[in-house]
């Protein structure tokens, strides 16, 4: 897909998760690689109301090159893309049950949903670790970022919400929608003994569709 189609599909994709309430007002950012950079939504932007041609462009060391001015959260980012080379793109949501989770100080931080349905493990994975809590846009977050990011492809950021990636912009997007669903069913669940897919099962879909 070439840069224009791009920067498209990240503003109808914007606009959609926009308009199902998984953003409000300016909260969020999204990005995705390049062969030359990264695209990302402007600083202070709606999801809602993206124009593709405004959106940022950063080059391969994350300098602003054109568009608009990127989010205060490029760290974010880049702590994604350091740790993951398979990351072809990254979504931070503010979504509501996820949020829920990652303010939660009973869960366990290294893996605070557990396995309860196939596709939050085909599109989230094994593990989605909770980053302890940073002033939204403080770049001490990168490092705790980069860490958590080496060994999972999503996290939750304790009292601020979720930071997904994925192979594809479609792949990001489809999974941290994915991560609100599994967030709702697991606040749904709580004081229940629901029942999980076993280790071996959680193997299974790893090895079949990737992990």
Excluded: W
Excluded at 111 to 123: A, E, K
Aim: net charge negative.
């Amino acid at each position: 897909m070439n840069e224009q189609d791009t920067r498209a599909l990240l503003a109808e994709f914007g606009a959609s998760l926009f308009a199902r309430g998984f953003s409000v007002g300016s909260a969020g950012n999204i990005s995705v690689r390049l062969d030359d950079g990264y695209l990302m939504t402007p600083t202070n932007s709606s999801f809602g109301r993206l124009d593709p041609a405004r959106i940022s462009k950063l080059d391969m060391a994350f300098r602003h090159v054109g568009g608009d001015r990127p989010s205060k959260e490029v760290f974010m980012h880049r702590a994604f893309y350091e740790a993951r080379p398979d990351a072809g793109a990254v979504v931070h949501l503010h979504s509501t049950q996820a949020t829920a989770v990652s303010c939660l100080p009973d869960v366990d931080p290294a893996n605070p949903i557990p396995p309860l349905t196939p596709y939050f493990v085909m599109r989230v994975g094994r593990t989605m670790p909770v980053v302890p809590y940073y002033r939204p846009g403080d770049p001490e977050m990168e490092p705790a970022i980069r860490a958590a990011a080496e060994g999972a492809r999503a996290v939750l950021l304790a009292n601020h919400g979720p930071v997904v990636s994925g192979r594809t912009l479609t792949d990001a997007v489809y999974a941290a929608e994915e991560l609100e669903e599994a967030a709702k069913l697991f606040l749904m669940l709580r004081g229940t003994s629901p029942r999980l897919l076993t280790p071996a099962q959680v193997d299974d879909l790893l090895a079949t569709f990737g992990g």
